[in-house]
């Protein structure tokens, strides 16, 4: 009765079995995880503010919103979330040499290392230069295309 997004979990506890939501060339697909990743999920800091008390409020590209005392976290880096508590367990800034998970174009659920980040000008959006980690080939990606995943490897399994 809910509605799926990106990097979601779906678990059938009858059948003992788990798959995340990964965005892929035709749209989203699913890949099967481990039971002990059932309970994490990768989220994108899409905007943050400060409320009453100091209190930072961050909110994810799925909806969520997280309150945290300390304001470490900046637009586009990720936290990895345990579900359902919602307790952020790792943090992955979205800088040169993070890995990355492209959403969206024609390159959509490769992963890629960031190599190089354009500030955004008047009205041009952000970009940033990524090399596919498969084919080692060199795309150019809007910022917002990009979910950090991991700095060495994926914090998640995103692939069969």
Not at 13 to 21: A, D, G, M, S, T
Not at 37 to 52: F, L, P
Not at 112 to 119: D, G, L, P, T
Not at 136 to 157: A, H, M, S
Request: with cysteine.
């Amino acid at each position: 009765k809910y509605g799926v997004g990106m990097m979601d979990v779906i678990s059938v506890p009858e059948l003992k079995l788990h798959y995340r939501v990964v965005p892929s060339a035709k749209g989203l697909q699913l890949v099967k995880i481990p039971a002990a990743e059932a309970a994490k999920k990768i989220c994108r800091i899409n905007n943050k503010t400060t409320v009453r008390k100091g209190l930072t409020q961050l909110n994810l590209h799925d909806g969520r919103n997280l309150l945290v005392e300390k304001d470490v976290y900046k637009t586009g880096d990720s936290v990895l979330i345990e579900l359902p508590s919602q307790k952020i367990l790792q943090y992955v800034k979205f800088e040169k040499g993070s890995l990355a998970l492209i959403t969206k174009g024609k390159n959509a659920g490769k992963l890629a290392r960031i190599n190089e980040i354009f500030v955004a000008k008047k009205k041009e959006p952000a970009k940033t230069v990524c090399e596919i980690v498969a084919d080692k080939t060199k795309v150019e990606v809007l910022k917002d295309y990009l979910l950090v995943v991991g700095k060495d490897k994926p914090l998640v399994k995103l692939n069969e």
